[in-house]
Each structure stands twice: as structure tokens, then as C-alpha cells.
């Protein structure tokens, strides 16, 4: 480690403006001690309104059954999963921007990482409602969990990917959880120290486990962080691997196919940067945060998007031509006549064009930093990849082999509507409290790179001392005294 | 209960701190620690603290995750209650992978981080003393124990010379106790050389 400085002048600034350590404690902690606006009232009311009503769907399915859904005799699987599997692709975008691009040495992490952990986090939570409550007897949820019972014991199948699932969707929420909450914790002690009244002294005290910002703890801070971002990294793709085995390991026509873990992987990149362009182009415009999250930012993450959403272009494209190539009846007609064509042909097209064509319009730099086109743009994304996961589920499952077993044709019930949005209300409650009481942007990480790749640092850049802190060491060691 | 005193000199500036922190520690001063509100690297390795070893904690928690998978698993479906499930060998390891990934992933996150809050002293409820408010904020502050032979006040002159911003003399608390951070209250009486800090 050196304390020379060097910095690409290439490159753009990561912090804006004229800015000192003090200047970027203001700056986020502002919003967490001044009264919410009134847009975020509004917001959060709105929020919590269609919560109530998620929630009021889930009791109308609890207390009658499944039933409440119109899921037929061969779609079992209708919008529930279809939700699971797209709150779970966007819960990949903020472990893959904290964790894959920290090893990757991205600078531009440190303006949207915090946010984006905690997208994920509340994003993992909307996705875990789905499949839960999909059990029917939700009661008996805990009969997944293998524990020692009077059934026998009867113990879960090990070999089966809904188990693979749990372990995977509950081990990412943890871990996703751990990384996020040690990351705020050096900046809950920041909103502690200057905190004027006495709850909010009290309460961010409790929270921030008593962190003082000793040398040593940074040391094994850095440690934690770099290691829990080396176990992400494998863990956050093998999570959605994981969610296309569910598929992928079945004998349907349109899911039997080796190609779905990573193009599931790049899907939810896809979809998880959509998300947070969503988020964070809302959130620095109204917590006034420009300075932070920069059209550099957004730019940058426009570009993994225009890349992920070839990527899964190109994975559909396959897809089409393997089944052609493979001359299997069943799984060319699934393609075939049951995607491109037949009653849920419109969803193929819509999510062709959400998540294929229109994220080239992105090759474009003007278009890559335009703000107002960037939050068009991961709306459509995120209804593309919704429609994804739709086209998946329903028109492989709609026609089984035996034309006397085709349901008809499968539209969702008000309730199967209302859980979903039900999902919405819990992920925006979720967030609006965050931005409210969170620090949304890592203030420690700034500070630390405010300095390298700060705008008004960056004109002044040289050589700082000609000492290296590691050949000090070397002199220092057993010079000590004590 | 282990109170001690303290100098403490508070920089506004890392590139000022660092070879501040090189000649306290030439002059035979003895820092008792640095506080930062953010991670100087290079810092650790000026004040000679060697590399932290909780990454090797956490390669010793993977491997338990690891082992409680798989035993787990080939226990229960090997052993304890085989099931003939499409007439596919109970021992099916390759349809274990993920679990035991997934488990050796969760053992090493969930120990590395009880252990690095071990280490640190982090809980909730958990109090410390707290040499300046703006430690975390824009400070960098760097705290000198006081020996019998330390010279409080020449100690200070030196901060001074090195950069400094601002100076005090404290006695503190090393350790951690309960309480919350709304309340004065310390569980030792404040002397009357004390400074209070801010």
C-alpha cells in the first residue's frame, strides 16, 4: 500500500464539487436530520397503502386457499414464482455492485453501493414472500428446514432444487444483510457523534455497536469487507443459477435447457441495474445528491445494462436456434408455437423488445447520460424482464403434452394482482424508511476516495511523500519501547 | 476498570497525520491508538500493527460450513432415512454441491463477522470513550498513553510541533461497559486533571 497518489485524469471525478471530509458528512447526513419533504410523505403513504392491500390479498389466500388464484390445472406456477424469480434477479444488482465490483477495483462502487445493498436486501425479502406463501399451508412453512422430527424423521430431499433454493435465497438474505449492516456501521457511529437530540443519540449509539474508528478495527474492517465481497461474488451467481435449476432440472419443454444459469445471471444483472437507475435517479434528484451519485454513475451502470441486455438478447436468439437445431418436437412447438406465436405470443414481443432492442438505444453516449431517458428506460427493462420470467413459466406450462391436459387460457386473479403489488408497497416502505434513516451513500468510502478521485482534489495531484508507510515498518520493527 | 491518561492531538489532515505518527513513534512515544473517520491505508502499517489474521478465521469457518453439509446431508440420506428416488444412488454428491456451497458460504460470513464484532468489541449497547466527537466525522486523532516518565507537558509541546489542531490531556476509560451513548453517565469518576473532551 503507497501513499502515492496517482489518478487517471481520463477519468472523471467520482465526488463533484468542492468538497472536505466535513462538507461530504453534511452533505448525506442532512436528509437524516431535517424533516422529510413532503414528496416523501406522499411517497411512503402510497407505499404503505398498497402493502395493506398485498396484505390483504395474502389473508384472502391464507384463509381460502390457493384457490383465490386462478392458477389452472397445468399452471401451477403462474405470477407468484414469476414475481419470486423477478424480485430475486433484482436482488442480484447490489451485492454484484458492493462485492464484484470492489474486487474489480471500480471506484464508482463507493457512490451507489450502499443503496444498492439495501435494494437487495428488501428486494430478497419481496422475493421470499412468493414462494412461501405459494405453499398454501404457510403454517407449515418450517417443514423446509431439516431438523430432527416426529414424522419419521422425515427429512427433506437434499437432491431437489426448491431445497437448493431455500439454502440459496436464505443464505444470500444473511450474508447480503451482514455485508450491508457492517459497511453502516462506521457511518451509524457519524450520525451518533453529531447527533443534537437525545433519542437519536440513543438510538444511532445502539446501532452502531459502539464503533470508534480505531486503526485496528479499520484493518479488520477492510478484512471483513474484502473477504465477504470474495464470498458474494461466487455467491450471488450461484443464487440465480440456482433459481434456473428450478427450471432447468425439470423435463418441461422451453425450461429443459443448459443454457438458463447464465443467462438467468445475466438477466438479473439486467434487470438489478434497471432497478437501482430507478432508485437512484429519484433519490439524487430529491435528496440532492448529484455530487455523489454523478452522470458518470448512471452512465457507468447504462453501460453494464446496454451489455447484460445483449447478453440475454443473445441467450434468446440461442435458445430459438437450439430448438430448431435440436428437432425435438416438444421443445420447437414450445418455442415455436407456443412463444413467438399462439395467445401469449404478445408477452414474447414485449419482452423481445423491452429487454433486447430497446437497451441498444444505450450504444449512444448522449443517450447514456440523459437522465430523464435513463429512468424511461429501466422502467422498460424491468417490465421486459418481468414479462421474462412470465413467458418462461406460462407458455411452457400452459400446453402439457396431451392436448386434453391445455389449461385455458391463465389471466391472474384481483388477489394474484394485489399480492404483487402488495410486493411493490413492501420494497418502497422498505426503501423510503431507508433514505429517510440510513445514510444512502457510504459516507466513510467517499471520504476515502475524496481525495484520489474528488474534482477539486483531482487538479492538484502529485507525489505526496517520498517514504513508503511498508519500509517505515520495516525500521520501526522492535523499536518500540513498551 | 482500567483508567488511564491520555494526550491527545487531533489533525485535520491524513497527509499531516502520518508523518506525525512517524515522529511520535521515532521520539519513543507510545500511541495508544489512531482514530480515523475512514480506513488510512498504510496507518496500520506506520503505527507497526501486523496483518489482521480474521480472514483466516473465516477460511476455518468455511471449512466447518463445509463439513456440516456434507456429513449432514450424507447422513441423512445415506444413513439415517435412505429414500429411492428415481432408483439414483443414495450417496448423490454432485446434487449436493449447492448446499454445501451455499453452507460454507453462510458458516464463513455469519463467523467472520461474529468474530471480527468479537474482536472489535462491537454489540449493541456497548459504550466506549470517545476521545473527540469528530473523530468520525473529519478528525484524525491520534492518542498518546501517558507512562510514569512521560512528560505531559512536553508530550503536548511535541503534538504541537507535529501538526496538531488541537490538544487536550484526558483520562479515560480503555475498555468498553453498557450504557447508551444519550447519557454522560461513565462508571468512573472523572478526575480532576481530566479535560473534557469537545
Same mark, same amino acid.
Given at each position: 500500500?503507497?501513499?502515492?497518489?496517482?489518478?487517471?485524469?481520463?477519468?472523471?471525478?467520482?465526488?463533484?464539487?468542492?468538497?472536505?471530509?466535513?462538507?461530504?458528512?453534511?452533505?448525506?447526513?442532512?436528509?437524516?436530520?431535517?424533516?422529510?419533504?413532503?414528496?416523501?410523505?406522499?411517497?411512503?403513504?402510497?407505499?404503505?397503502?398498497?402493502?395493506?392491500?398485498?396484505?390483504?390479498?395474502?389473508?384472502?389466500?391464507?384463509?381460502?386457499?390457493?384457490?383465490?388464484?386462478?392458477?389452472?390445472?397445468?399452471?401451477?406456477?403462474?405470477?407468484?414464482?414469476?414475481?419470486?424469480? /423477478?424480485?430475486?434477479?433484482?436482488?442480484?444488482?447490489?451485492?454484484?455492485?458492493?462485492?464484484?465490483?470492489?474486487?474489480?477495483?471500480?471506484?464508482?462502487?463507493?457512490?451507489?453501493?450502499?443503496?444498492?445493498?439495501?435494494?437487495? #436486501?428488501?428486494?430478497?425479502?419481496?422475493?421470499?414472500?412468493?414462494?412461501? /406463501?405459494?405453499?398454501?399451508?404457510? /403454517?407449515?412453512?418450517?417443514?423446509?428446514?431439516?431438523?430432527?422430527?416426529?414424522?419419521?424423521?422425515?427429512?427433506?430431499?437434499?437432491?431437489?432444487?426448491?431445497?437448493?433454493?431455500?439454502?440459496?435465497?436464505?443464505?444470500?438474505?444473511?450474508?447480503?444483510?451482514?455485508?450491508?449492516?457492517?459497511?453502516? #456501521?462506521?457511518?451509524?457511529?457519524?450520525?451518533?457523534?453529531?447527533?443534537?437530540?437525545?433519542?437519536?443519540?440513543?438510538?444511532?449509539?445502539?446501532?452502531?455497536?459502539?464503533?470508534?474508528?480505531?486503526?485496528?478495527?479499520?484493518?479488520?474492517?477492510?478484512?471483513?469487507?474484502?473477504?465477504?465481497?470474495?464470498?458474494?461474488?461466487?455467491?450471488?451467481?450461484?443464487?440465480?443459477?440456482?433459481?434456473?435449476?428450478?427450471?432447468?432440472?425439470?423435463?418441461?419443454?422451453?425450461?429443459?435447457?443448459?443454457?438458463?444459469?447464465?443467462?438467468?445471471?445475466?438477466?438479473?444483472?439486467?434487470?438489478?441495474?434497471?432497478?437501482?437507475?430507478?432508485?437512484?435517479?429519484?433519490?439524487?434528484?430529491?435528496?440532492?445528491?448529484?455530487?455523489?451519485?454523478?452522470?458518470?454513475?448512471?452512465?457507468?451502470?447504462?453501460?453494464?445494462?446496454?451489455?447484460?441486455?445483449?447478453?440475454?438478447?443473445?441467450?434468446?436468439?440461442?435458445?430459438?436456434?437450439?430448438?430448431?437445431?435440436?428437432?425435438?418436437?416438444?421443445?420447437?412447438?414450445?418455442?415455436?408455437?407456443?412463444?413467438?406465436?399462439?395467445?401469449?405470443?404478445?408477452?414474447?414481443?414485449?419482452?423481445?423488445?423491452?429487454?433486447?432492442?430497446?437497451?441498444?438505444?444505450?450504444?449512444?453516449?448522449?443517450?447514456?447520460?440523459?437522465?430523464?431517458?435513463?429512468?424511461?428506460?429501466?422502467?422498460?427493462?424491468?417490465?421486459?424482464?418481468?414479462?421474462?420470467?412470465?413467458?418462461?413459466?406460462?407458455?411452457?406450462?400452459?400446453?402439457?403434452?396431451?392436448?386434453?391436459?391445455?389449461?385455458?387460457?391463465?389471466?391472474?386473479?384481483?388477489?394474484?394482482?394485489?399480492?404483487? #403489488?402488495?410486493?411493490?408497497?413492501?420494497?418502497?416502505?422498505?426503501?423510503?424508511?431507508?433514505?429517510?434513516?440510513?445514510?444512502?451513500?457510504?459516507?466513510?468510502?467517499?471520504?476515502?476516495?475524496?481525495?484520489?478521485?474528488?474534482?477539486?482534489?483531482?487538479?492538484?495531484?502529485?507525489?505526496?511523500?517520498?517514504?513508503?508507510?511498508?519500509?517505515?515498518?520495516?525500521?520501526?520493527?522492535?523499536?518500540?519501547?513498551? | 476498570?482500567? =483508567?488511564?491518561?491520555?494526550?491527545?492531538?487531533?489533525?485535520?489532515?491524513?497527509? %499531516?497525520? *502520518?508523518?506525525?505518527?512517524?515522529?511520535?513513534?521515532?521520539?519513543?512515544?507510545?500511541?495508544?491508538?489512531?482514530?480515523?473517520? *475512514?480506513?488510512?491505508?498504510?496507518?496500520?502499517?506506520?503505527?507497526?500493527?501486523?496483518?489482521?489474521?480474521?480472514?483466516?478465521?473465516?477460511?476455518?469457518?468455511?471449512?466447518?460450513?463445509?463439513?456440516?453439509?456434507?456429513?449432514?446431508?450424507?447422513? =441423512?440420506?445415506?444413513?439415517?432415512?435412505?429414500?429411492?428416488?428415481?432408483?439414483?444412488?443414495?450417496?448423490?454428491?454432485?446434487?449436493? =454441491?449447492?448446499?454445501?456451497?451455499?453452507?460454507?458460504?453462510?458458516?464463513?460470513?455469519?463467523?467472520?463477522?461474529?468474530?471480527?464484532?468479537?474482536?472489535?468489541?462491537?454489540?449493541?449497547?456497548?459504550?466506549?470513550?470517545?476521545?473527540?466527537?469528530?473523530?468520525?466525522?473529519?478528525?484524525?486523532?491520534? %492518542?498518546?498513553?501517558?507512562?510514569?516518565?512521560?512528560?505531559?507537558?512536553?508530550?503536548?509541546?511535541?503534538?504541537?510541533?507535529?501538526?496538531?489542531?488541537? =490538544?487536550?490531556?484526558?483520562?479515560?476509560?480503555?475498555?468498553?461497559?453498557?450504557?447508551?451513548?444519550?447519557?454522560?453517565?461513565?462508571?468512573?469518576?472523572?478526575?480532576?486533571?481530566?479535560?473534557?473532551?469537545?
Amino acid at each position: 500500500m503507497s501513499l502515492k497518489k496517482y489518478e487517471s485524469f481520463v477519468r472523471e471525478p467520482l465526488v463533484d464539487g468542492d468538497k472536505n471530509y466535513h462538507q461530504v458528512t453534511e452533505d448525506i447526513v442532512h436528509t437524516i436530520e431535517t424533516k422529510p419533504t413532503r414528496l416523501w410523505y406522499i411517497g411512503f403513504t402510497v407505499s404503505v397503502l398498497l402493502l395493506l392491500f398485498g396484505a390483504y390479498a395474502v389473508y384472502r389466500e391464507v384463509t381460502y386457499g390457493i384457490g383465490q388464484w386462478n392458477l389452472g390445472r397445468t399452471v401451477g406456477w403462474g405470477w407468484d414464482i414469476t414475481n419470486f424469480v /423477478w424480485w430475486v434477479g433484482i436482488g442480484h444488482a447490489g451485492t454484484l455492485i458492493s462485492a464484484i465490483l470492489l474486487l474489480f477495483r471500480q471506484g464508482w462502487r463507493t457512490g451507489v453501493n450502499r443503496a444498492a445493498e439495501a435494494m437487495t #436486501i428488501f428486494a430478497v425479502m419481496c422475493a421470499g414472500q412468493f414462494p412461501i /406463501w405459494h405453499m398454501g399451508r404457510v /403454517w407449515l412453512a418450517f417443514f423446509v428446514m431439516p431438523y430432527p422430527n416426529t414424522r419419521g424423521p422425515l427429512w427433506v430431499n437434499f437432491n431437489s432444487p426448491l431445497l437448493w433454493d431455500v439454502f440459496a435465497i436464505s443464505t444470500y438474505f444473511t450474508v447480503s444483510l451482514l455485508f450491508w449492516y457492517s459497511g453502516l #456501521i462506521p457511518d451509524l457511529a457519524t450520525i451518533r457523534d453529531r447527533a443534537k437530540t437525545k433519542l437519536r443519540k440513543m438510538l444511532y449509539g445502539i446501532v452502531s455497536f459502539g464503533w470508534t474508528g480505531s486503526i485496528k478495527h479499520w484493518q479488520r474492517h477492510e478484512s471483513l469487507a474484502l473477504v465477504l465481497a470474495g464470498l458474494s461474488t461466487p455467491l450471488v451467481l450461484s443464487v440465480h443459477t440456482i433459481v434456473s435449476f428450478d427450471f432447468a432440472t425439470s423435463v418441461v419443454p422451453g425450461w429443459h435447457t443448459t443454457i438458463f444459469p447464465p443467462y438467468f445471471v445475466a438477466g438479473a444483472i439486467f434487470s438489478g441495474f434497471a432497478m437501482v437507475q430507478t432508485l437512484m435517479v429519484v433519490t439524487r434528484r430529491v435528496m440532492n445528491l448529484q455530487d455523489y451519485i454523478t452522470i458518470g454513475h448512471i452512465e457507468a451502470m447504462n453501460k453494464v445494462i446496454v451489455l447484460t441486455g445483449s447478453i440475454v438478447g443473445c441467450a434468446y436468439l440461442t435458445e430459438l436456434f437450439i430448438a430448431w437445431y435440436g428437432a425435438n418436437q416438444y421443445e420447437s412447438d414450445a418455442f415455436f408455437k407456443y412463444r413467438l406465436a399462439g395467445p401469449y405470443g404478445w408477452s414474447y414481443w414485449l419482452m423481445m423488445t423491452c429487454n433486447v432492442v430497446s437497451p441498444q438505444l444505450f450504444w449512444f453516449k448522449k443517450l447514456r447520460r440523459n437522465i430523464e431517458f435513463t429512468f424511461i428506460m429501466s422502467v422498460v427493462v424491468n417490465i421486459g424482464m418481468w414479462f421474462e420470467r412470465f413467458v418462461i413459466i406460462v407458455t411452457s406450462l400452459f400446453r402439457d403434452y396431451l392436448p386434453s391436459a391445455w389449461s385455458l387460457y391463465y389471466r391472474p386473479s384481483i388477489y394474484e394482482i394485489g399480492f404483487y #403489488i402488495g410486493s411493490l408497497g413492501l420494497f418502497f416502505t422498505c426503501y423510503f424508511l431507508f433514505s429517510k434513516y440510513f445514510p444512502v451513500i457510504a459516507i466513510a468510502e467517499i471520504k476515502h476516495v475524496l481525495k484520489t478521485s474528488g474534482e477539486s482534489y483531482k487538479a492538484k495531484m502529485d507525489k505526496l511523500e517520498e517514504e513508503e508507510p511498508d519500509q517505515f515498518f520495516h525500521e520501526m520493527v522492535g523499536a518500540d519501547h513498551h | 476498570m482500567d =483508567i488511564r491518561k491520555f494526550v491527545v492531538g487531533c489533525y485535520d489532515d491524513e497527509e %499531516v497525520l *502520518f508523518p506525525a505518527v512517524k515522529k511520535v513513534r521515532r521520539a519513543g512515544y507510545k500511541i495508544h491508538d489512531v482514530y480515523t473517520p *475512514f480506513a488510512v491505508h498504510g496507518l496500520d502499517k506506520a503505527l507497526g500493527y501486523r496483518e489482521t489474521r480474521l480472514h483466516t478465521a473465516g477460511f476455518i469457518y468455511a471449512l466447518m460450513g463445509l463439513t456440516t453439509a456434507l456429513s449432514g446431508i450424507s447422513w =441423512i440420506l445415506a444413513k439415517d432415512w435412505p429414500l429411492n428416488i428415481g432408483g439414483k444412488p443414495h450417496f448423490a454428491l454432485p446434487a449436493w =454441491i449447492p448446499i454445501m456451497f451455499e453452507l460454507t458460504v453462510l458458516f464463513s460470513a455469519v463467523g467472520m463477522t461474529l468474530t471480527f464484532c468479537y474482536l472489535c468489541n462491537l454489540a449493541p449497547f456497548v459504550k466506549k470513550h470517545h476521545f473527540h466527537p469528530r473523530a468520525t466525522d473529519d478528525l484524525f486523532v491520534m %492518542v498518546i498513553e501517558c507512562t510514569t516518565k512521560t512528560n505531559v507537558q512536553e508530550a503536548q509541546n511535541f503534538l504541537a510541533s507535529t501538526g496538531a489542531k488541537e =490538544i487536550n490531556v484526558q483520562m479515560a476509560e480503555v475498555g468498553w461497559w453498557l450504557g447508551t451513548y444519550d447519557k454522560d453517565r461513565k462508571i468512573f469518576e472523572v478526575g480532576k486533571e481530566a479535560a473534557v473532551s469537545a
